[in-house]
Every structure is written in C-alpha cells, then in structure tokens.
C-alpha cells in the first residue's frame, strides 16, 4: 500500500510551485517529451521535506510503493525528481529491496539528470552489502542498456576513501570502446572523483589505459591530478 496522501500533498505543492516562463526552457534544457513544470530542484527538494514530515512514511514497503506509483503515473519531470528525493529517506538507505526501484528508475527514466540522481543510493547500497552489490554492478557493466551501464560506471562518486578500485576498473573497462558521450563522460568523472582520493591510481590507470580512453575520458580523468 502506497502512501496517497503524501503523493497527492506533493502533486499539489508542485503544481502551485510552477513557473510556466521556466518551464518551456526547463523541458528544452532537459531534450524532454515530458512536461515540466518548472520548479527548481530545491524547491522540489523542499516541498517533499514538508511533505513527508505532515504524512510520514511507516514503512520501507509503503515507501517503495509510494515511490514507484510517484514515479510511474508523473505527470511532470518534477514528480519523477520527488520521487528519488523519496528514495533518500533513512529508513531504506541501506535496504537491498531497494534495487529493483533503483534499476526501474534508471531503464525508464533513461536520461542524466534521472540516473544519476539514484547514483548516490546505489553507492550507499554498494557499501553496506558489497557482498551482493559488487557482482551486480559487474554485470550492469556488460548490460544492453547504456544508462545501467552509466549507473554501474558512476555507482562509487560519494565512496571516496573506501573505493573499491578493483571493482571501478572492472566497470570501467568493457566500455572503454564505446563511443556513447554519457558512457565516456561517465568513465571521466568516475577517474576525476576518485584522483581527489588516490591521484596515483588513477595516473596509473589512465597511463595503462590511455590508447583506449576516449579523448573526453582522459581529459576528465587527469583534470584534477597535481603536477608530478
């Protein structure tokens, strides 16, 4: 069972929220067929704060129900947003149930701004059951679906100290040879994040790998390495 009160407090405040002027460009910004209603991500952030705080989540199956239903009958691009600002609550950050939604998420929402806002709990998940998540990713990096590749590539961002760089390369390398941007800008953001932690790993990498990276890869990888 879904929470419909908490759905339909956030619809409203989100509609009341709207600024037609911006959302013409917002939609163009973001190549959408889906509307947008042209609320900024913060005031979204904020309406579902507000929200869930009047009509609380009783449970992680409530609020993956409530998640998906969000998700699936949006009207607007914000809903979708609301929707992953759902999935941030404490009491499924570490609940592999969570999964499923996650990878929802990213098949059907297929676009940058809708994957990567889940990136974040595909890492807290990878962190508490690595057991579980570290074959998962492996196998994300060989899927058809460019985004679950993307997810599998960009799944340790927010892991910094406790990288497990042997599992980043493993992602990395099977889409070393595409030529999709958001596969190559992926692979560069993941080298350039992790160089803040361990610059000499990701030199070496980029060194062993540097006839295979793509030129938008190695640019973003090294971005952020200090001179030797």
């Known amino acids: 069972m879904d929470n419909t009160a908490l759905i339909q407090e956030i619809r409203a405040k989100l509609r009341a929220a709207g600024d037609p002027e911006r959302a013409g460009g917002a939609q163009a910004y973001m190549k959408s067929d889906m509307p947008s209603w042209g609320v900024r991500v913060p005031e979204v952030r904020r309406i579902?704060?507000?929200?869930?705080?009047?009509?609380?989540?009783?449970?992680?199956?409530?609020?993956?129900?409530?998640?998906?239903?969000?998700?699936?009958?949006?009207?607007?691009?914000?809903?979708?947003?609301?929707?992953?600002?759902?999935?941030?609550?404490?009491?499924?950050?570490?609940?592999?149930?969570?999964?499923?939604?996650?990878?929802?998420i990213i098949r059907t929402g297929a676009w940058w701004d809708l994957v990567d806002g889940v990136?974040?709990?595909?890492?807290?998940?990878?962190?508490?059951?690595?057991a579980t998540l570290t074959p998962l990713l492996l196998e994300w990096s060989?899927?058809?679906?460019?985004?679950?590749?993307?997810?599998?590539?960009?799944?340790?961002?927010a892991a910094k100290s406790v990288t497990d760089a042997g599992l980043l390369a493993a992602?990395?390398?099977?889409?070393?040879?595409?030529?999709?941007f958001f596969i190559r800008k992926a692979i560069g953001w993941a080298l350039r994040e992790y160089s803040k932690t361990d610059p000499a790993w990701v030199r070496a990498f980029a060194a062993e790998n540097g006839p295979a990276l793509s030129p938008l890869s190695a640019r973003e990888a090294v971005r952020n390495l200090p001179p030797r």
């Not at 060989?142 to 961002?157: G, K, P």
């Not at 992602?171 to 999709?180: C, Q, T």
């Open 142 to 157: 060989t899927d058809d679906d460019m985004w679950i590749r993307r997810a599998s590539i960009t799944s340790q961002l």
């Open 48 to 104: 579902v704060k507000a929200a869930v705080k009047q009509f609380p989540i009783t449970s992680p199956a409530v609020l993956r129900e409530t998640v998906l239903r969000m998700w699936r009958e949006a009207e607007a691009r914000e809903e979708r947003y609301a929707a992953i600002d759902l999935t941030g609550l404490r009491l499924v950050r570490h609940d592999l149930d969570m999964l499923p939604v996650y990878e929802e």
């Open 119 to 130: 990136s974040g709990r595909i890492c807290a998940l990878l962190l508490a059951h690595r």
């Open 171 to 180: 992602v990395i390398k099977p889409n070393l040879a595409d030529k999709e």
